[in-house]
């Protein structure tokens, strides 16, 4: 299966690189999502800010941390897939950089994000599929 089989919709969190840190920690929770894209209002992909990435900056111990432009704790240099990307390479993407969620992208503009569960449980799904498959060719389709 391809990503664009999992992007039901466009499901990515953007926002600007100018948005406060404070505001875009209350949108992940609100959206109950780990990962929000910074992106220019063409949705061009210029970082990826997490939860985590805001859990660090308020640990900083300065109070204004929450007056941040986001894109002072996000990181520019972002792993990505593409919506033609296969199950197997944007698994094998999140289990080499331990993410969580990936940004779907085509032509530098974000279309949305794959999550972990999801990939993982469509590739359940392909496996379970294969399985009855030959089951069924090896055992015949009473088995």
Known sequence: MRVLGLLRRD??????????????????????????CVCTVERQLLGVVTAGDIKRAALS????????????VMTA???????EDDLDRVLDLMQQHEMHTLPVV???RVVGCVS???ALAQSREETRRHVDYLTAFVFGAAA
């Open 11 to 36: 499901n990515a969190l953007c926002v600007s690189a100018d948005e406060r840190i404070a505001a875009v920690g209350a949108r992940l929770a609100v959206d109950g999502v780990r990962l929000a």
């Open 61 to 72: 111990g300065r109070i204004e941390y929450g007056e941040w432009p986001v894109q002072s």
């Open 77 to 83: 240099d972002v792993v990505t897939c593409a919506p």
């Open 106 to 108: 085509t032509g530098g």
């Open 116 to 118: 972990l569960a999801e």
